[in-house]
């Protein structure tokens, strides 16, 4: 075993892993902050993989040069999450649609959650 497999995380077992849900509401008041601009991106960089937390990081900087285009502020969301859809395609692994309702819009937030070292980590998101 190599170094870097001994320091790799490593898979969780979903009945070893706490419920999902408050995690999936969290981080998706968590993104649609950042991307408002009202919350550091930082703040949410333990609950991503690194691929994803580059991503959310890319995502909020071309949310902020739009802001900054447009002359707008930073302004906290307001919004309803109306709806929590998950399924386990594997153990270990959850895959969840947050839909969510704003004054101007509806959305859907898609999340990928794996369990790695007895705890949830987003592998992936996106905002439709």
Do not use: C
Not at 33 to 57: H, K
């Amino acid at each position: 075993m190599t170094l870097h497999e001994y320091f790799a995380p490593q898979p969780t077992s979903t009945v070893e892993l706490p419920d999902p849900a408050p995690l999936l509401r969290s981080l998706t008041q968590g993104v649609l902050e950042v991307l408002a601009g009202v919350r550091e991106v930082d703040q949410l960089a333990r609950w991503f993989s690194e691929d994803a937390f580059r991503s959310l990081v890319a995502r909020a900087n071309l949310s902020a040069r739009a802001r900054s285009a447009r002359g707008v502020s930073p302004a906290r969301p307001t919004f309803a999450l109306r709806s929590i859809r998950v399924t386990e395609p594997v153990d270990g692994v959850i895959e969840a649609v947050v839909v969510v309702a704003g004054p101007g819009r509806t959305r859907a937030v898609a999340i990928r959650l794996e369990g790695l070292d007895r705890r949830w980590r987003a592998s992936s998101l996106a905002i439709l």
